[in-house]
């Protein structure tokens, strides 16, 4: 689904695919180099899908949801590293206003989305209504109804405004998602990212199972699926999330580049104010 397309020189841009898949023997362990290779590689295609969302004038849109710990972040992090971020943000909302909460819905989602030339990578999105209000009680049955009769109705409305919208789920085994968030505790550096409400998701595991269920049944539609990623491997979920992405949004090739530095300004009695004058940061390394 790549929804509708601005005319340009290229009217069928080329479509990645993966060139050199991974053997079979290696599936058991994806070794560092390996996935390093790898990553740049795509990151690489990515910058060239940029180019082409700014030279073409598209608006994309990616959802990122899945359980507390399955992977979000770092792909988000990987997807974003090398790219434009005047071309290419997250959008990535916190608590609502008391404002807010007032409005509908969709309303502070609708004004992150993108206009000509740019792509919004959203860590989490409008399905809080359709998963976490509604097993941790924060949103009422009739609202929660409503969220699952009005999103296929919002994301068709997103489509036929020529907006290219990919949703990608992100499952992690129950062993896997505990190993994480033990790891979490365990490092200061991460300890930040294990928020009361990640706990309190670990102790209704079963209901956030049926409410994905649920929301999977009423929002998985042709004009906008959703697409499963196994991130039980945090290196393999990377590398698939971003080579599909690549795969269902067509991109161009871009010329040769033929960027020549122009010669330096001649120096014209220019005269450097003393060291002494100015404030340096203490060379501490």
Known sequence: MTGSQPSGE??????????????SEERAKLKKRLYESELRRLQQELVKLQDSI????????????????AGKGGVIKRIIERLNPRV?????????????????????????????????????????RGLVEPVMGFCTEDEYREFLRSCPEF???????????????????????????????QDPTKRWKLSPMDLESRARWVEYSRAKDIMFDHTDIKQAPWYVVNADDKRRARLNCMSHLLSVIPYDEPPASDIELPPR??????????IGEQTFVPEEY
């Open 54 to 69: 700014v030279q073409r004038g598209l608006r994309v849109v990616v959802v990122f949801e899945g359980r507390d710990a």
């Open 155 to 185: 994301e068709r409305m997103i489509v036929r405004a020529g907006i290219i919208l990919v949703k990608y789920w992100f499952s992690v085994s129950d062993d896997e998602q505990e190993r994480r968030f033990h790891a979490r505790i």
């Open 265 to 274: 300004q001649a120096d014209q009695s220019y005269i450097r104010p003393p």
């Open 10 to 23: 290229n009217p069928e841009p080329r479509r990645f695919s993966v060139v050199e898949p991974i053997e």
């Open 88 to 128: 290419v943000r997250v959008a990535a909302l916190g608590k609502a206003t008391d404002r807010e909460r007032t409005q509908w819905w969709f309303q502070r989602y609708v004004a992150q989305l993108p206009a000509a030339g740019e792509m919004v990578l959203f860590d989490r999105s409008w399905y809080n």
